[in-house]
């Protein structure tokens, strides 16, 4: 089986020696055996957030009270 055909899990939970936070491939047919401990990763997700400029706050300004 190809590189390219593996699904890249990131933990949640800890097993064995690995902690929450890592990111790991695994083929597809063995997703099910990582179920509550981790979730697939969706890199086109993270790769937009962290490319997307900060966002800036602006308050409109207050209207007169009457």
Not at 17 to 31: A, H, I, N, S, Y
């Amino acid at each position: 089986m190809s590189d390219n055909h593996l699904v890249k899990l990131r933990l949640t939970f800890w097993r064995g020696d690995k902690q929450p936070g890592d990111t790991f491939e695994v083929r597809p047919e063995d997703v099910n055996s990582w179920k509550g401990y981790a979730v697939p990763v969706d890199t086109a997700a993270e790769k937009a957030v962290s490319n997307a400029p900060a966002k800036t706050v602006t308050e409109s300004p207050k209207s007169a009270a009457k």
